[in-house]
């Protein structure tokens, strides 16, 4: 079910990124996008008003063009997100703008990649590891930051589907598996 | 039958006709000893007295050659009587109570033969007695080893069977006991090597670790794994 939602995400998302690029301003449309998904994700009772089907459409509707002025002031991503909502889809706003996300950084010939650290790195290490696997993919790497001390020690990259580890946690883990086997 | 009868018949009648003359002979006896017979039969009893006295005086009874000559004539009918009429029937009884016995005794022979037969069948067998016990005894014997011999087998079999069994789960029992010392011996080692861990990276571990993760994505094209 989940992947069918990001099919279906994918293909509305692939919609508003043409519509973009033929206006030549899709990494706007693609910022927009993501801060009406941020918003959407972080309020639980604006989700609670556009998917609960006891409200009408039409004040889900009033609901929604009260807030896309200030959050997505473009008319493409305005429709966009009444479009989802005339459609019962509005849940798939954040996988549409992850999905519209993918295929900016695709365009732009960039990749997104999660660096995971037990403690907080400063931004000369973080260049290393930005640089490190720019080499490795051969692309613009954009970095993300998380902490997790359950690492112990060591970084953890994510870039798309390829994850790199250097965690002391795996390390151990992984000594855990000799020493049984 | 009918003739039977009529031969019986005519021995009866001959016999009265001898009886009839026996009896007349005796009263003409008595009439010559006696003179005139209602006069003695007055004085019987002193007759019989005197008679009695003179019986006693004379010591032994005399002959009356007469008396006799009529008894032998009397016994002589009587025989020829019987001769003529019974001897056939007689003859025919004695002839067929001969071939009863006959009969009788060819039975006999018959009943002892098969008796005998019967006898000597018994008494070989009899003689074969000991050996038929002895072969009983031999095959009951060797009946006896074999079901030995066979429940040996069996229980050897099932010993060997359970001694493999038990064998096969005390070696299992062993390596679960193995793998889960194993595990749990893991377990507690990296559960100290994490504590230890924990207090003891630092800053410059984390510099250090954090350049061999660097120079692992730089220079190792298989590094890190798809998810």
Sequence with gaps: ?181 | MKRTLGRVWLFGAALGFALLLAGTSARAEEEIHGGVGSARTDTAAEHVEAEHGEHEEEGAPSIDPKKLGLQFLNFGVLVFILVKFGGGAINKMLKSRHEQLKADLASASELRAAAEAKLKKQEARLATLENEIADMRRNLKAEAEAEKARLIAASEERAARIKAETTFLIEQQVRDADQRLRRESADAALKIAEEILKKSIGAADQQKLLETFVGDVERRPDAGRAV
């Design chain 1, 1 to 181: 079910m989940a992947a069918l939602g990001g099919s279906i995400a994918r293909r509305y998302a692939k919609a508003l990124f043409e519509i973009g690029v033929a206006e030549g301003n899709y990494e706007k449309l693609g910022q927009e996008l993501e801060d009406l998904a941020r918003a959407y994700g972080e309020s639980a009772e604006l989700r609670l008003a556009l998917e609960n089907p006891m409200i009408k459409p039409s004040e889900k509707t009033a609901i929604l063009k009260a807030l896309l002025p200030r959050v997505a002031p473009s008319p493409s991503v305005q429709r966009f997100a009444q479009l989802l909502l005339e459609r019962g889809r509005i849940g798939l706003l954040r996988g549409a703008a992850r999905a519209y996300r993918t295929l900016a950084d695709e365009r732009a010939g960039q990749v997104r990649a999660t660096v995971t650290s037990a403690a907080a790195l400063g931004a000369p290490e973080l260049d290393r590891v930005r640089r490190a696997l720019e080499a490795r993919t051969g692309r613009k790497v954009i970095v993300q930051t998380a902490v997790d001390p359950g690492l112990i020690g060591g970084v953890v990259a994510r870039v798309g589907d390829l994850v790199l580890d250097g965690s002391v946690r795996t390390q151990l883990e992984e000594m855990r598996h000799r020493l049984l086997n």
